[in-house]
């Protein structure tokens, strides 16, 4: 399985590429968990997105949202895998990857999201803990998860 690691700030994509993706999480997060919000929810525009292509075709995908935006550290949110790739189990490269980004491209700061609170176990292996309760959001339960900052070398 050879995947492709891609990372795009959304002004570098091209229309159909971002429409790809947009196609995509609202598969997953609108129509598949009956959910219905706003997806496109104005954070894009200040976020690193990760498109995972299997063969040239989009397979995964998630997004760092920049310090600040929805928490005071960078945020990894919208983890998603299309269907068709779901039996590969490639979200724990898709999340590795993406931390290894963050804490690249943040350092020092960690990491916090707003999991879905029956993957907390899945994050929980990847170094995030939980921090505070279980709260809804849109009708799913979830909750927010935190990954410690790495130390950062000093010269």
């Given at each position: 399985m050879d995947l492709k690691f891609k990372w795009?700030?959304?002004?570098s994509f091209s229309a159909l590429e971002m429409y790809n993706i947009i196609q995509a999480r609202e598969?997953?997060?609108?129509?598949?968990?009956?959910c219905a919000y706003q997806e496109a929810d104005g954070a894009d525009t200040q976020s690193w997105h990760l498109s995972v292509l299997l063969d040239g075709e989009l397979a995964a995908y998630a997004?760092?949202?920049?310090?600040?935006?929805k928490y005071c550290e960078p945020s990894i949110g919208r983890v998603m895998a299309v269907a068709q790739y779901r039996k590969l189990q490639i979200g724990?490269?898709?999340v590795t990857e993406a931390i290894a980004f963050a804490e690249a491209k943040f350092p020092g700061t960690g990491i916090r999201i707003g999991a879905q609170a029956h993957l907390h176990k899945f994050?929980?292996?990847?170094?995030?803990l939980p921090v505070g309760e279980i709260y809804?959001?849109?009708g799913i339960p979830h909750i927010e998860m935190?990954?410690?900052?790495?130390?950062v070398a000093q010269n």
């Amino acid at each position: 399985m050879d995947l492709k690691f891609k990372w795009n700030r959304m002004e570098s994509f091209s229309a159909l590429e971002m429409y790809n993706i947009i196609q995509a999480r609202e598969a997953v997060f609108v129509v598949e968990q009956a959910c219905a919000y706003q997806e496109a929810d104005g954070a894009d525009t200040q976020s690193w997105h990760l498109s995972v292509l299997l063969d040239g075709e989009l397979a995964a995908y998630a997004r760092v949202v920049d310090p600040g935006v929805k928490y005071c550290e960078p945020s990894i949110g919208r983890v998603m895998a299309v269907a068709q790739y779901r039996k590969l189990q490639i979200g724990r490269a898709l999340v590795t990857e993406a931390i290894a980004f963050a804490e690249a491209k943040f350092p020092g700061t960690g990491i916090r999201i707003g999991a879905q609170a029956h993957l907390h176990k899945f994050y929980g292996s990847l170094g995030f803990l939980p921090v505070g309760e279980i709260y809804d959001e849109d009708g799913i339960p979830h909750i927010e998860m935190l990954k410690p900052p790495v130390a950062v070398a000093q010269n």
